[in-house]
Structures are given as structure tokens and as C-alpha cells.
């Protein structure tokens, strides 16, 4: 009789964890999506991205849980100008023949008030830098931006970054995977 019940009640409790919502969603980043970049955190020249792919797993109502990992293709990197192109793609700048990828990498989430905030390494040159930042998350879209030294990744190009830092705009539209 023990071991009926007990069978019964190892039943309840597997059925019952079948029915658990999942509320973490994994998520892709739509098909066509450019990262915006302003090489002059202060002048508004924005240079593009192709080529972003990211792993995404988000809790809105558990941030703590989430985490990303996202990749772009330095090489897609296009100023408007094709000369300015080929210079950004130049050893002291990207030096993207050596370096073809710049990867993100989440260590935390959390909530900050009505948004998020996430805390992750960001590797470019191969060079690892941490950063954080705020975003939100709405209508299936995740927007944040945040700044980064060029020093800090070895861009040394005279003219490159005029201010010597670098504006990364970030609006992500995303679809469950």
C-alpha cells in the first residue's frame, strides 16, 4: 500500500511540473536587423552593422534568469562612404582581417526601475571590455544604448573618433525562436 501511494504521489508531482509555465522566452533577432553605431558619441554620423545573431533567453518578471550571447560580422561594417568604409575596416581601427567577429556576452540582468539592466563583456579587436547598460523591452523589441572608449579598444586611427568615444544604439527587434 506504501508503495502505491508512493507511486501516486511521485505521479502528482511529475505531472505537476509538466504544467509549470516557462516564463524565460527564448528569442532570434529578425531577419534583415543592422546594428547602429556613432562614431562620435556627441555628432550623430551613424555607421551600420550587418549581420547580428544572438541567443536570447529574457524574463521580464524574473531579469535575474536572462541571458544573451551575440555575435556580429565586423567585415558588414559600412560608413556611407566607401573610402570611410575601408578605413574603419583598417588595422587601427576594427582590423576586421584579424578580427572578423565582436561578441556580447551577458553576466547579469536586473530590473532598474521601469527598464533593465544588463551587465555583460563586449569583445572587439580581442580585446574584453565589461560593460552595462540600460534597455528596455517592449512590443517584442529591445532597445538600449550605451558608450565605449575607443582607447579602450585599441582604435587608434587619427580622425576615427573624433571624441573618443563611440555611441552604440541598439533596437532590436526580436521573434520567438
Known amino acids: 500500500m506504501k508503495a502505491i501511494k508512493l507511486l501516486a504521489a511521485v505521479g502528482v508531482v511529475v ?14 533577432v529578425k531577419e534583415g536587423y543592422t546594428v547602429k553605431v556613432f562614431r562620435n558619441a556627441q555628432i550623430q554620423y551613424p555607421i551600420y552593422f550587418k549581420g547580428l545573431k544572438a541567443d536570447i533567453s529574457f524574463d521580464k518578471e524574473h531579469p535575474e534568469k536572462s541571458r544573451i550571447k551575440a555575435t556580429i560580422d565586423a567585415t558588414t561594417v559600412d560608413t556611407g562612404v566607401a573610402l570611410m568604409t575601408e578605413h574603419a575596416k583598417e588595422e587601427s581601427v576594427l582590423h576586421t582581417a584579424k578580427y572578423p567577429v565582436i561578441t556580447f556576452e551577458s553576466n547579469s540582468f536586473r530590473k532598474k526601475d521601469s527598464a533593465y539592466e544588463i551587465t555583460g563583456n563586449l569583445t572587439m579587436k580581442g580585446i574584453t571590455k565589461a560593460v552595462t547598460f540600460p534597455f528596455t523591452f517592449e512590443n517584442d523589441t529591445f532597445a538600449g544604448s550605451f558608450v565605449i572608449k575607443a582607447a579602450d579598444f585599441n ?22 525562436k
Open 15 to 28: 505531472i505537476m511540473s509538466a504544467c509549470v509555465i516557462k516564463n524565460t522566452t527564448d528569442w532570434k
Open 155 to 176: 582604435i587608434t586611427r587619427n580622425g576615427a573618433v573624433p571624441s573618443g568615444e563611440i555611441k552604440i544604439e541598439l533596437i532590436i527587434p526580436v521573434t520567438n
